[in-house]
């Protein structure tokens, strides 16, 4: 989540005009809610990988016997 977090926030900078009125507090609870849903992107990514190599590896075994 960590990594996510300085990836998101990469483009948070001092001088962006857009971000003036809002609190740091707010940019942060936003940055760290969009790194923790992208981190949960990837889990299930990988979750997903490993579900469909398990099924792919159970049905060569159940065609081959």
């Given at each position: 989540?960590?990594?996510?977090?300085?990836?998101?926030?990469a483009?948070?900078?001092?001088?962006?005009?857009?971000?003036?009125?809002?609190?740091?507090?707010?940019?942060?609870?936003?940055?760290?809610?969009?790194?923790?849903?992208?981190?949960?992107?990837?889990?299930?990514?990988?979750?997903?990988?490993?579900a469909?190599?398990?099924?792919?590896?159970?049905?060569?075994?159940?065609?081959?016997?």
């Amino acid at each position: 989540m960590a990594k996510n977090a300085d990836l998101l926030s990469a483009n948070i900078v001092d001088f962006n005009p857009d971000l003036t009125h809002i609190p740091i507090a707010r940019i942060y609870g936003m940055v760290q809610t969009q790194a923790l849903v992208v981190s949960m992107k990837e889990i299930y990514g990988w979750l997903l990988i490993v579900a469909l190599t398990s099924l792919l590896v159970i049905l060569v075994n159940a065609s081959s016997g």
